[in-house]
């Protein structure tokens, strides 16, 4: 029908809310129809285009239809720029895919929001009420409107909690919300998330794509902007705080491995806070403090999402890496505000769904503005008994979390399956709540030219304003079902591949034009400005810097090596083989280059590879991944997608050709693969260069790249005139090659094969950065700069590195009456010795923060 409708002739190109009227998909029978506000009826005809969706489709003019394909293509790539994922636990492989984003919103009329945003407000108050009570006097279990089993058996209740009031009183700063439409029109709870609630960032991250994509479709429709609903939070948060506006903000993140992992980036980015890890964090005096290179600096404010248990090892859960030890202490002092306070992880069970009624009729005096779907928790016996027989018409989810299986569609059960169910239910109703299938609302998705029904559930936020108000943010985290998912999954899990859809909420009055740009600086506030790098960041930049350039050393090692291997000299080739040897490119017992050229070959191929091996190109890139995943909020997209990409293109070339070689690659076609990694490289170096702010971070990383480079290269030099390669026609190729010096080389000296300009250039040479002198020189420099706060330790430390812009030529180039270069290797050798020495020292002095008087404490 779609090309019967586009065929016409230019004049008579119908307009897009015809087209889309047209190639719309009939919904599921009994499921409300977002696109024409109607219950789906068989056998009926459908309805015309709802106001909103035929005003958003006229808008797109008389190409627009035919521009959403145009306009998909752009929502995907800027998804990829973005570097927007969602980790996937349960695939093999590489845990994080794309952000699936669909094209078109949804569309939440002004009347629909408002009966929302009443229902929302409530059920937060409600729930604050209820925790204050539940961790306090306890009233509402002891009249039993609340089943004392369902509160203390519950993993998620936590004792230490018990009479721990917040400061502000104010235990919920954020409260999430599952809606969805019934087919009456109205809307119902599936679910509350209270302890750590995800999607704030993914519902920016979907606004600020689709948003630009419709720009006028936007505007036309009034969409309400959502700044001043963060705004008011950070407000509140700070209205809380010790510090009043002068707050520290914090978000704790549980790491790079969790699969909201980019939200929490991208949330943290946008809101200006720092983003945070447990280690980052310590507790003296009762304090919450962040760890920095300059010091401790207070924290007054903890946004997290990290959950309950894992939050403090001393009360909580004892082996959990993830929190802080102490924290729990910092907020009985009042010296902290949290978001949420530790606790509400409880109220989110479905089990206690039944009996909010009745706690909304007892702490508000009101009936709730938002109804639930039927549940009935089977810890009752006599609700069990009465149910038990009617087990089809539930679906079975379990009261507690942590159980091996999630919820179970009756319905779709065989016989024996069912019988298991039941007797699982019988040895332990308590753990099982039933839960009457909903039928959410179905929205349209754009796909293949066509408007497919999907079944949609929103995520709706409440936000504390912290004088004891709620704002319900004017969006949502919208998630849409694949086919046949909402069969399997009533919540539309991202896990289990629902994709997302950005929200419009249509104002009723004026809207927003609130932001998020904080208040302008002062001429005295920016004369001592600098940017805060955490002691995690730190270390990470370190090694992000070590790592790469351990990685583009050993690609350039094993290059020079299999290029030079087959004609290489016998001084030569003893060198490939100590520096091999040295650098773990080839493992013990592997005979010499002499004794089997093709088994050393073959052994240094297959070790480029080897991902558990320290030292293996592979391995270095996969270590390089994983900083660069911790430092997420400090790379710009192009630097991370580069990091991203050469690993596993690396590993996926060298598989292929070690597999078309069947298991013996040749070493022309290995020598590709390396001159691709070596490309991706130096891209990654030029990002690092070129696209990083020059704070103290940077610095480390460039530390940790010349630290790297000294200790490989002056070994290297040592090993080769050790083995006598200056003195081989073809070991200027091979010293050469290792600096990457070559070209410069011949560039000065030509066809010369001497050692004193060869010394020159790769000790002596300040203005060739692969020189020693360069790089000992480059890292004084860049430590000298962090010694705002340290100079003594600082100057400690540069003047305990080499200097070998002063060393003497001609004490260098001298053989002893051995014939050896002895005050050469010697040399070079304490360059190696300094190295490592220097990554010691900071590691020790920078990254972990033992109490010692000279460490610096800023309040």
Wanted: aromatic fraction near 8%.
């Amino acid at each position: 029908m779609q090309s019967s409708l586009l065929a016409d002739d230019d004049d008579d190109v119908p307009d897009a809310a015809t087209v889309a009227a047209a190639v719309a998909r009939r919904g599921t029978a009994g499921q409300f129809d977002e696109l024409r506000a109607e219950l789906t009826s068989a056998g009926q005809p459908p309805a015309p285009l709802a106001p909103l969706w035929r005003e958003f489709f006229t808008s797109l003019g008389p190409d627009g239809w035919a521009d959403l394909r145009a306009r998909q293509l752009r929502v995907q790539q800027r998804v990829r720029e973005d570097g927007a994922t969602y980790n996937i636990y349960a695939e093999r492989g590489e845990a994080d895919r794309p952000w699936p984003l669909e094209t078109l919103p949804f569309i939440v009329s002004a009347d629909d929001w408002a009966v929302i945003e009443q229902g929302v407000q409530q059920r937060a108050k409600l729930l604050e009420m209820a925790l204050a009570d539940i961790y306090g006097p306890q009233t509402l279990l002891r009249d039993a409107l609340l089943p004392p089993a369902l509160v203390f058996a519950h993993p998620q209740y936590l004792r230490p909690a018990h009479g721990l009031w917040p400061r502000g009183d104010i235990h919920l700063h954020i409260a999430a919300f599952d809606l969805a439409r019934t087919p009456k029109g109205g809307f119902t709870v599936l679910a509350q998330r209270l302890q750590a609630p995800s999607g704030l960032g993914y519902l920016l991250e979907n606004r600020l794509i689709i948003g630009p994509q419709f720009h006028d479709q936007f505007a036309a429709l009034r969409v309400q902007r959502i700044a001043s609903t963060f705004r008011s939070l950070l407000d509140g948060l700070m209205r809380a705080s010790p510090a009043g506006e002068r707050s520290r903000i914090v978000l704790l993140t549980p790491g790079p491995l969790n699969e909201t992992y980019f939200e929490q980036v991208f949330l943290a980015r946008y809101l200006g806070v720092t983003l945070v890890e447990g280690s980052d964090l310590t507790v003296r005096g009762k304090r919450l403090y962040l760890k920095t290179l300059h010091g401790l600096e207070r924290v007054h404010v903890l946004l997290r999402r990290v959950d309950d248990e894992f939050l403090d090892p001393l009360e909580l859960r004892f082996d959990s890496a993830l929190g802080v030890p102490g924290l729990l202490q910092a907020l009985r002092a009042g010296e902290l505000v949290m978001a949420n306070a530790p606790g509400a992880g409880f109220l989110e069970s479905l089990g206690l769904s039944a009996f909010w009624p009745a706690v909304a009729r007892e702490l508000l005096g009101e009936d709730l503005l938002l109804p639930a779907p039927t549940t009935w928790w089977c810890g009752e016996e006599a609700v069990w008994e009465a149910q038990r027989e009617r087990l089809e018409e539930f679906i079975v989810v379990p009261t507690f979390p942590g159980t091996a299986q999630g919820p179970q569609i009756v319905s779709q059960l065989d016989e024996a399956q069912r019988t298991a169910l039941v007797a699982r239910i019988d040895a332990d109703p308590a753990a099982y709540t039933l839960l009457r299938p909903q039928r959410p609302s179905e929205t349209p998705v754009w796909a293949d030219g066509q408007l497919w029904p999907r079944a949609a559930v929103m995520r709706v936020f409440a936000l504390a304003d912290g004088t004891g108000g709620w704002r319900v943010l004017p969006g949502a985290l919208t998630r849409v079902a694949g086919r046949d998912e909402a069969m399997h999954d009533p919540l539309l899990s991202m896990q289990r591949g629902s994709a997302s859809v950005d929200t419009w909420v249509i104002a009723r009055g004026a809207v927003d034009a609130t932001s998020l740009l904080p208040k302008p600086l002062s001429v005295a506030e920016l004369q001592g400005w600098h940017r805060t790098v955490s002691s995690r960041a730190a270390e990470n930049l370190f090694w992000l810097g070590r790592y790469t350039e351990r990685a583009e050393n050993c690609a350039r090692m094993a290059r020079v090596m299999l290029e030079a291997l087959p004609e290489g000299s016998e001084p030569v080739l003893q060198f490939f083989d100590a520096l091999a040897r040295r650098h773990g490119l080839v493992p013990a017992g592997v005979p010499t280059p002499q004794q089997s050229m093709r088994l050393f070959e073959r052994a240094l191929v297959h070790g480029l590879g080897d991902t558990d091996d320290l030292t293996s190109v592979a391995y270095n890139l996969r270590a390089l991944r994983g900083c660069a995943k911790a430092l997420r909020e400090r790379l710009s997209p192009e630097h991370w997608k580069l990091i991203h990409e050469v690993g596993d293109h690396f590993e996926h070339h060298l598989a292929a050709v070690i597999e078309e070689g069947e298991g013996h690659a040749a070493p022309p076609d290995v020598l590709g693969v390396l001159a691709r990694a070596t490309t991706h490289l130096a891209a990654i170096t030029g990002a690092q260069t070129d696209r990083m702010t020059r704070d103290d971070g940077w610095r480390l990383l460039s530390v940790g790249r010349q630290i790297e480079r000294l200790d490989v290269l002056a070994n290297a030099l040592a090993l080769a005139f050790e083995c006598g390669v200056h003195e081989a026609d073809d070991g200027f190729a091979a010293i050469l090659g290792i600096f990457d010096s070559i070209i410069t080389y011949r560039a000065q000296f030509q066809a010369r094969r001497e050692v004193l300009p060869l010394l020159h250039l790769l000790v002596l040479d300040t203005d060739n950065p692969r020189s020693l002198a360069w790089v000992a020189r480059t890292m004084r420099d860049r430590l000298r700069k962090l010694a705002r706060q340290d100079p003594a330790w600082v100057a400690e430390i540069t003047d305990s590195l080499p200097t070998p812009d002063n060393w003497s030529l001609d004490a260098l180039t001298a053989p002893d009456p051995a014939g050896r270069h002895g005050a050469l290797i010697e040399a070079l050798e304490s360059c190696s010795d300094a190295a490592r020495e220097l990554s010691d020292q900071i590691g020790r002095h920078l990254f972990v923060h033992v109490v010692s008087p000279e460490r610096s404490v800023w309040v």
